[in-house]
């Protein structure tokens, strides 16, 4: 017996055969644009990265020109959709045009950036690395292993010109090598964090001027065989002006260079504290015409009765001394303090004329 495959309604009439149905017309258009977009964000992301990798090649080989050399073990390019990613492995990086020359190697290098401004960068570099100074005929290399918990940072370049950097480092420690200190004890510093925030101030003569602000939280040095010394913490917030562009890689010429165009710190603040002790300061020093410290900066002290041979490495009983002959009363934060003026001139650092410290020259 043959079934009819027809169905019934309930009350046994035939009932017609269901078809699908055409989808939406519009279900249809929104599909489609939703794969041009897809298809169109794809081909500005792969834009996007090429250009960013051949920029990056094109430095790379501008800088291995001029003497400066960055390998990457392996080298790797990602973040679709929004990203641009850049990975490096075991980075190096070698200036021979510096004076000393400098290398440095690391853990690993990434480096991200939106696709749609490939000119804020955002960085992260891991731990150890180890820092070479020298090592040519100006004599054997200074050498310094550091680490740290995390190193992060950003770099904005509009226009192909750095207008700001950030960094940030926490569970900071390095260890210089004996060389660097020939016949001297073995050191270790630490720290909890390091901030380093500088920008291009926009100069009303055009100079090339840097406003900078770095604090440096619990630096600890602590010398083989001797307990550490007691935590510093130092903030500094001022302005570095006219500084040559662009800049010569040797340090002396740097210098020479700055203090001819009429170079200049100003220090808006100065901070450091350590144990019961605070030393503030505040003023404008330049290099002279013999490449010495010039100026005079206002400096106080709180907590003279906290200051033993070891504070602020040794600064903080010379000046707490001469301070108490010729400075004044005042207050930091509400606590008892002295202040006064600190002259540097002709290559002596002077409080109330009584030079205290002889300077040498800085190049």
């Not at 990203?83 to 440095?104: E, F, M, W």
């Not at 992260?124 to 690395?129: Q, T």
Request: contains cysteine; hydrophobic residues 45%; aromatic residues 6%.
């Amino acid at each position: 017996m043959t079934e009819d495959p027809t169905p019934t309604a309930p009350d046994g009439a035939p009932r017609s055969r269901e078809r699908l149905g055409r989808p939406p017309r519009f279900l249809v258009i929104i599909a489609g644009l939703v794969l041009l977009a897809v298809a169109g964000w794809s081909a500005v992301w792969y834009v996007g990265t090429r250009k960013a990798d051949d920029l990056l090649a094109a430095w790379l080989d501008s800088e291995a020109a001029k003497g400066r050399t960055y390998r990457c073990g392996e080298r790797s390019v990602g973040g679709y959709p929004f990203r641009v990613t850049a990975t490096c492995a075991s980075p190096q990086l070698d200036i021979a045009d510096s004076g000393p020359r400098l290398r440095l190697a690391a853990e690993g290098f990434r480096a991200v950036a939106q696709v749609w401004n490939l000119t804020h960068v955002i960085f992260e570099i891991d731990g150890p690395v180890r820092i070479g100074v020298g090592g040519d005929d100006t004599g054997p290399d200074a050498l310094l292993d550091a680490d740290w918990q995390v190193l992060q940072g950003s770099v904005r370049a509009p226009g192909g010109q750095i207008r700001r950097i950030d960094v940030v480092a926490r569970d900071i420690a390095a260890t210089p090598e004996a060389p660097a200190y020939p016949g001297g004890p073995a050191m270790r510093l630490s720290a909890r964090e390091l901030q380093l925030h500088g920008r291009r101030a926009d100069a009303a003569d055009g100079s090339n001027d840097i406003e900078a602000a770095l604090t440096l939280d619990g630096l600890v040095a602590a010398r083989a065989g001797a307990a550490p010394s007691q935590p510093v913490d130092i903030a500094f917030v001022g302005r570095l002006d006219a500084l040559p562009y662009p800049a010569p890689r040797e340090p002396a010429a740097f210098l020479a260079a700055w203090r001819d165009n009429g170079g200049s710190i100003d220090v808006a603040r100065l901070s450091a504290q350590q144990g019961g002790a605070e030393l503030r300061a505040a003023g404008r020093i330049a290099p002279d015409a013999a490449g010495r410290p010039e100026g005079r900066v206002t400096v106080s002290l709180a907590g003279a009765g906290s200051v033993d041979s070891g504070t602020f490495g040794g600064l903080g009983p010379i000046v707490g001394m001469a301070l108490q002959f010729v400075g004044k009363p005042t207050e930091i934060d509400g606590r008892p303090a002295i202040t006064g003026e600190i002259d540097f001139r002709d290559g002596r650092m002077l409080i109330g004329g009584v030079a205290i410290a002889e300077l040498p020259p800085l190049f």
